[in-house]
């Protein structure tokens, strides 16, 4: 079964690190990716689907504006990875889809909304390792010289040069993770990485309903919201700690005095 609906922050904490045993090097290392969402029917849609319109052919005409307005502020190289891991980070619409290493990151995301507290939540959770078996031979050549099991900017950078080369590598499609440079502290402390789709209509839900054996669901109920929230707290994983500054400080005093009902 690939949906799990847990009863409680023990079965929860069991389902997040299930299958994170590696028996090669005798220590816990999870290759999973994970991504929390506050109501259980949100799709695994990009920003760039949300836009609406025509946002395939806005996709350029995104980058292209936000590369020659921000060149100011961006002083790193000038890759289309960097400058669409900079976007995905301001909020501009992309394929880009943010995902994390931590569970209990991804956690706190499917817990931050306080309006979405009368319906369930849900954590995905894909194996970015089974994830890069699947890719293209041009990229999964590229993954092994390297070691890796995810790519970094530097790597896709000189292999694909553009959003339209990347749907030519292969007639299938395909999704692939890579670590973000680390811009600020915010990317840092949410132990983050992306996703993309080599198909920007391509919603990555779909996709993973072909290939059952690398993802799976794990739903939060509405009545336990509260109690998780809690506990994660205290565990000191929130806005504060994940949005360093004033505006993280901000947002985690309104959640903490804000009324139960």
């Known amino acids: 079964m690939n949906t799990l609906r847990i009863r409680s922050w023990n079965e929860l904490q069991d389902a997040l690190f299930q299958d994170s045993w590696n028996p090669e090097i005798e220590r816990y290392r999870s290759?999973?990716?994970?991504?929390?969402?506050?109501?259980?029917?949100?799709?695994l849609d990009?920003?760039?689907?949300?836009?609406g319109g025509p946002f395939v052919e806005l996709e350029k005409h995104l980058l292209r504006n936000f590369r020659k307005y921000a060149h100011r502020d961006v002083v790193e190289r000038d890759?289309?990875?960097?400058?669409?891991?900079?976007?995905?980070?301001?909020?501009?619409?992309?394929?880009?889809?943010?995902?994390?290493?931590?569970?209990?990151?991804?956690?706190?995301?499917?817990?931050?909304?306080?309006?979405?507290?009368?319906?369930?939540?849900?954590i995905w959770a894909v194996n970015y390792l089974k994830t890069h078996y699947i890719l293209p031979d041009k990229l999964k050549c590229a993954l092994d010289l390297e070691g890796a099991n995810?790519?970094?900017?530097?790597?896709?950078?000189?292999?694909?040069?553009?959003?339209?080369?990347?749907?030519?590598?292969?007639?299938?499609?395909?999704?692939?993770?890579?670590?973000?440079?680390?811009?600020?502290?915010?990317?840092?402390?949410?132990?983050?990485?992306?996703?993309?789709?080599?198909?920007?209509?391509a919603r990555m839900d779909d996709w993973l309903a072909s290939y059952p054996d690398i993802w799976r669901r794990i739903i939060i109920p509405a009545d336990l919201k509260w109690e998780l929230r809690d506990k994660l707290d205290q565990a000191n994983v929130t806005e504060r700690v994940l949005f360093p500054g004033l505006d993280g400080l901000s947002s985690w005093l309104k959640r903490q005095y804000s009324p139960k009902h």
């Open 31 to 43: 290759r999973f990716a994970f991504r929390g969402l506050s109501d259980v029917g949100y799709p």
């Open 150 to 201: 995810v790519f970094t900017v530097g790597m896709l950078s000189q292999l694909i040069q553009s959003v339209s080369e990347l749907a030519q590598v292969a007639s299938f499609p395909f999704a692939l993770f890579f670590e973000p440079p680390s811009i600020d502290d915010r990317i840092v402390n949410q132990f983050a990485l992306f996703s993309i789709m080599s198909d920007p209509t």
């Open 79 to 122: 890759s289309l990875w960097h400058w669409l891991s900079v976007a995905q980070h301001h909020g501009l619409p992309t394929r880009l889809m943010d995902w994390t290493y931590s569970p209990f990151v991804a956690m706190h995301f499917a817990l931050a909304n306080l309006e979405k507290y009368d319906c369930d939540g849900v």
């Open 46 to 51: 990009t920003t760039l689907m949300r836009l």
